[in-house]
């Protein structure tokens, strides 16, 4: 489960420095919307999601931010499995993994996020995830 509080995940305001979605304007047809969300719900590894991403700028042009952003909330979601953490949450700054049982702490306290830029802040998600087998369990 992936709950980013800066994330705005509407389709309509595409055009937000913090969308994360698939913009009506990219692909007009709903059923194929929602079969793409579909698709990234159940993607199991970094291959299906890099196969979607390049059928995405095959069938309908370069992806648009809001989308690539969409695709790294699924990355962030394979790579929270790969290391065990059942849930990602942001609340403001502070990042909130869960593992098998609790929350995992870095340290004494949950570790905050440097960023300012959503795309940057999506990275630096990815990146503590991937170092989180060095925190307290």
Known sequence: DVTLDFLDLSPINEHAPAAA??????IREEGLRVGIYRRLAEASDSGDLAQLEAELADRF??????????????AIRLCAADHAIRRVETRGRKLMLTGASDY??????????QADDTDARLDEIAELIK?????SR
């Open 104 to 113: 995992l702490m870095h340290g004494t306290r949950f570790p905050r996020l």
């Open 61 to 74: 042009g370069p992806l648009p931010a809001p989308t690539r952003r969409l695709l790294a909330v699924g």
């Open 131 to 135: 170092t989180s087998g060095q925190w």
């Open 21 to 26: 979605g698939i913009p009506y304007g990219y």
